[in-house]
C-alpha cells in the first residue's frame, strides 16, 4: 500500500510519543540505580562493624565447629538457595543470567536443591528448568521494600533449616559491574564453618585497644549472626535491583536509539512524499497553463 503524508505524519506522531514513554522509563530507571547503588555504599559501615564485632566474640571465645548433622532427616544434605530475579519485563537478558547461573551452580554442588525466587520471571525460568521451587517472593519496589523482604526471607529460611530440611544456604543474584552491565554471582550463608570463624577472628582491630565482649557472649554473638545473614541478604537484594535498572536503562537507551533512526527514516519518506506532492502539483499547474496557453493561439 503506498505511503500518503497523512500516514507518515501519524506514524511520525505515534514514533515520538513512544520515545517520549522510553525517555520517561530512562529517567526513571537512572534514578532507582542511584538510590540502590547508595544503598549498597551505606551498608558498608555496618558490615564492617558487625564484622569486627563477630572477630572479638571468636577471639574471646575459641571458634568452634558447626553442629552435626541431624539424624533421621534424609534432606539434610539438601541445599536452600534464595535466587533474585525481576517481577517486570524490558530488563534484556537479566532473568536468564542469573536463572542459568544458579542451574548451573546448584547443578555442580551435592545435595538436592530447594529454592526461592524473588520474582515471577525468574521463577518461571527455574520452573521451566526443572528446579524444586518451594517459594516465590514479589520483588521490592524500593529501599524501604527491601527490609520487609528480607524479613521474610529469613523467617522461611530459618523454618526449614529448624526443620531439618536443609544445612546449606545460598544466594544468586546479579550484581553491577564496572564496565559492563552486572555479572551473576552468589554468596554461601549458612553454614557458618569453621573456616569462617577463624577468618573472623583474625580480621585486625582497628586501634591498640582490643575489645571485650560484656555480659553473655552467647547472646551477643546470635545477634551479630542475624545482622551478618541480614546484611548478607539485603546487599544482594539491592545489587540485584541496581542490576535489574541498569539493564533497563541499556534496554531503554537502545530502544530510544532504535527510534531516532526510525523517526529519521519517517521524516526522509515524509519529505520525499511531501516533494513529490508538491511537484506534481506544479506539474499539474504548469500543464493547465500550456494548455490554456495552446488554446488561446489556435483560437
Given at each position: 500500500m503506498s505511503e500518503t503524508t497523512a500516514s507518515m505524519t501519524r506514524k511520525i506522531a505515534s514514533a515520538s510519543d513512544l520515545q517520549?514513554?522510553?525517555?520517561?522509563?530512562?529517567?526513571?530507571?537512572?534514578?532507582?540505580?542511584?538510590?540502590?547503588?547508595?544503598?549498597?555504599?551505606?551498608?558498608?559501615?555496618?558490615?564492617?562493624?558487625?564484622?569486627?564485632?563477630?572477630?572479638?566474640?571468636?577471639?574471646?571465645?575459641?571458634?568452634?565447629?558447626?553442629a552435626m548433622k541431624r539424624k533421621g532427616h534424609p534432606e539434610a544434605d539438601a541445599i536452600g538457595a534464595v535466587v533474585f530475579g525481576s517481577?517486570?519485563?524490558?530488563?534484556?537478558?537479566?532473568?536468564?543470567?542469573?536463572?542459568?547461573?544458579?542451574?548451573?551452580?546448584?547443578?555442580?554442588?551435592?545435595?538436592?536443591?530447594?529454592?526461592?525466587?524473588?520474582?515471577?520471571?525468574?521463577?518461571?525460568?527455574?520452573?521451566?528448568?526443572?528446579?524444586?521451587?518451594?517459594?516465590?517472593?514479589?520483588?521490592?519496589?524500593?529501599?524501604?521494600?527491601?527490609?520487609?523482604?528480607?524479613?521474610?526471607?529469613?523467617?522461611?529460611?530459618?523454618?526449614?533449616?529448624?526443620?531439618?530440611?536443609?544445612?546449606?544456604?545460598?544466594?544468586?543474584?546479579?550484581?553491577?559491574?564496572?564496565?559492563?552491565?552486572?555479572?551473576?554471582?552468589?554468596?554461601?550463608?549458612?553454614?557458618?564453618?569453621?573456616?569462617?570463624?577463624?577468618?573472623?577472628?583474625?580480621?585486625?582491630?582497628?586501634d591498640k585497644m582490643l575489645p571485650e565482649v560484656m555480659g553473655n557472649g552467647l547472646v551477643t554473638l546470635r545477634g551479630l549472626i542475624r545482622e551478618y545473614l541480614f546484611i548478607s541478604i539485603f546487599r544482594a537484594c539491592a545489587e540485584s535491583l541496581a542490576s535489574e535498572n541498569a539493564s533497563r536503562l541499556a534496554a531503554m537507551e537502545r530502544a530510544d536509539q532504535n527510534i531516532n533512526e526510525l523517526l529519521e527514516t519517517l521524516h526522509g519518506t515524509f519529505h520525499r512524499l511531501r516533494q513529490a506532492g508538491i511537484d506534481e502539483e506544479l506539474f499539474d499547474v504548469v500543464s493547465g497553463f500550456e494548455a490554456l496557453a495552446g488554446q488561446k493561439q489556435t483560437g
Open positions: 517520549s514513554v522510553v525517555r520517561t522509563m530512562k529517567a526513571l530507571a537512572a534514578s532507582s540505580i542511584g538510590q540502590y547503588e547508595q544503598s549498597v555504599r551505606a551498608l558498608g559501615d555496618y558490615y564492617r562493624t558487625v564484622e569486627l564485632g563477630l572477630g572479638a566474640c571468636f577471639r574471646q571465645s575459641p571458634p568452634a565447629a558447626p517481577d517486570q519485563g524490558l530488563v534484556g537478558q537479566f532473568n536468564d543470567v542469573v536463572a542459568d547461573y544458579a542451574i548451573k551452580t546448584l547443578a555442580t554442588l551435592p545435595g538436592k536443591p530447594q529454592v526461592w525466587a524473588v520474582g515471577e520471571r525468574v521463577h518461571g525460568r527455574l520452573a521451566d528448568a526443572g528446579l524444586p521451587l518451594i517459594g516465590l517472593f514479589a520483588v521490592p519496589n524500593s529501599v524501604q521494600a527491601i527490609t520487609p523482604l528480607v524479613g521474610q526471607i529469613q523467617i522461611e529460611s530459618e523454618t526449614h533449616r529448624a526443620k531439618g530440611d536443609y544445612a546449606t544456604l545460598y544466594v544468586f543474584h546479579n550484581r553491577p559491574k564496572s564496565g559492563a552491565l552486572y555479572e551473576p554471582v552468589s554468596q554461601r550463608l549458612l553454614p557458618l564453618d569453621l573456616p569462617w570463624q577463624q577468618g573472623l577472628a583474625k580480621v585486625p582491630w582497628p
